[in-house]
């Protein structure tokens, strides 16, 4: 089984920026990773995503702010998020999308 670790996140103000980490504990070649997040009293939803090949897809509220990119010789995923609104406040959760594993989330509040 892969482990997933996010870090990372942190309190920024409008229009702020900050980049998450996901490590695994594993091989992530050629698997699709994803980042999601979970705001207060709302469901988990889909942020962005990567394949193997470097193809990236993205949420409508996050494209062209976030960016998702990955280090594969380092088994990480990285989401770098640009212009951060107060509505990009949840938890972010890394996923492996084949095997459904998941981290425990990093805490990103956008807050001035």
């Known amino acids: 089984q892969v482990q997933l670790v996010e870090s990372g996140g942190g309190l920024v103000q409008p229009g702020g920026s900050l980049r998450l980490s996901c490590a695994a504990s594993?091989?992530?070649?050629?698997?699709?990773m994803a980042w999601y997040r979970q705001a207060p009293g709302k469901q988990r939803d889909f942020v962005a995503s990567?394949?193997?090949?470097?193809?990236?897809d993205y949420e409508n509220s996050v494209k062209g702010r976030f960016t998702i990119s990955r280090d594969d010789a380092k088994n990480t995923v990285f989401l770098q998020m640009n212009s951060l609104k107060p509505d990009d406040t949840a938890l972010y959760y890394c996923?492996?999308?084949?095997?459904?594993?998941w981290g425990q989330g990093t805490q990103v509040t956008v807050s001035s």
């Open positions: 996923h492996h999308i084949l095997f459904g594993y």
């Open positions: 594993g091989s992530i070649f050629s698997r699709t």
């Open positions: 990567i394949t193997g090949a470097g193809t990236a």
